[in-house]
C-alpha cells in the first residue's frame, strides 16, 4: 500500500496567516490526491481533488499544488473558520490510504 | 440537496455482525459509486472500501484489515448503499462514514469522494 505522510502533524497559526501543509507519497499517485477539512464532531468535507481542483463552493484561499510523491495544501490568509484538522488522501491505487492528519491551531 | 445518512450503528460484541445503511438522496444513485470510511475514537482516517456503479459491474474492492469479514452492496432501486460487518474485532471500534464518489477516467478510472455522510458509531466490546 501506498504511504501517505503528512507534515506538520499539528500547526499553530493566526488569523491572517498563510499556511502550508506538505504530503507526501511513499510511491508516485500522479496527480491522484485529495484534501479533506474535519472538524470535531464532523464529518470530514472535500477541499481539493486531482491535487490543485477546487472544490465547488471551497473558498479560493484554500489551493493545492504538487504531483507525483509531493503536495501541499495552502490556506493564503487563515480564516477563523479553518482551524481544524486536514487529510491528504491518495486515489491513485487501492488501498486508498490518508495521511495522518495537520491539526491547525490557534496561536 | 445531496444527502448521505447512515444508521445500523450499534454496540456489539466480538464475533457478531452488523449491517450498517446510507440512505441517500437528491441524486442519481445509480450514477455513482459508493465507499466508507471509517475513523476511529481520536484516530485518523481510514478507507474501508467501496462498490462500483452496477452499471460497471458493481464489484467491489476493500482494505486488507476487512477484506472476507465485510461486504459493500447496493440497491439502485432504494438508493442505498450497505455495509455488512462479519466476525466484529474490538479494533473496528469506529465512526463509520459513507461517501459518494465522483468518477473520473483518465486511461484508467479514478474515485475520489465528494460527499460524505454524518457518520454512524459503531463499538465492539464486550
Known amino acids: 500500500d501506498i504511504q501517505m505522510t503528512q507534515s506538520p502533524s499539528t500547526l499553530s497559526a493566526s488569523v491572517g496567516d498563510r499556511v502550508t501543509i506538505t504530503c507526501r507519497a511513499s510511491?508516485?499517485?500522479?496527480?491522484?490526491l485529495a484534501w479533506y477539512q474535519q472538524k470535531p464532531g464532523k464529518a470530514p468535507k472535500l477541499l481539493i481533488y486531482?491535487?490543485?481542483s477546487l472544490e465547488n463552493g471551497v473558498p479560493s484561499r484554500f489551493s493545492g499544488s504538487g504531483s507525483g510523491t509531493e503536495f501541499t495544501l495552502t490556506i493564503s490568509s487563515l480564516q477563523p473558520d479553518d482551524f481544524a484538522t486536514y487529510y491528504c488522501q491518495q486515489y491513485n491505487s487501492y488501498s486508498w490510504t490518508f495521511g495522518q492528519g495537520t491539526k491547525v491551531e490557534i496561536k | 440537496e445531496v444527502e448521505l445518512v447512515e444508521s445500523g450503528g450499534d454496540l456489539v460484541q466480538p464475533g457478531r455482525s452488523l449491517r450498517l445503511s446510507c440512505t441517500t438522496s437528491?441524486?442519481?444513485?445509480?450514477?455513482?459509486?459508493m465507499s466508507w470510511v471509517r475513523q476511529a475514537p481520536g484516530k485518523g482516517l481510514e478507507w474501508v472500501g467501496f462498490t462500483r456503479r452496477t452499471g460497471d459491474g458493481g464489484t467491489t474492492e476493500y482494505v486488507a484489515s476487512v477484506k472476507g469479514r465485510f461486504t459493500i452492496s447496493r440497491d439502485d432501486s432504494k438508493s442505498i448503499a450497505y455495509l455488512q460487518m462479519n466476525s466484529l474485532k474490538t479494533e473496528d471500534t469506529a465512526v463509520y462514514y459513507c461517501t459518494r464518489l465522483k468518477m473520473v477516467y483518465a486511461t484508467n478510472y479514478y474515485y475520489y469522494m465528494d460527499v460524505w455522510g454524518k457518520g454512524t458509531t459503531v463499538t465492539v466490546s464486550s
Open positions: 510511491q508516485s499517485i500522479s496527480s491522484w
Open positions: 486531482k491535487a490543485s
Open positions: 437528491g441524486f442519481t444513485f445509480g450514477d455513482y459509486a
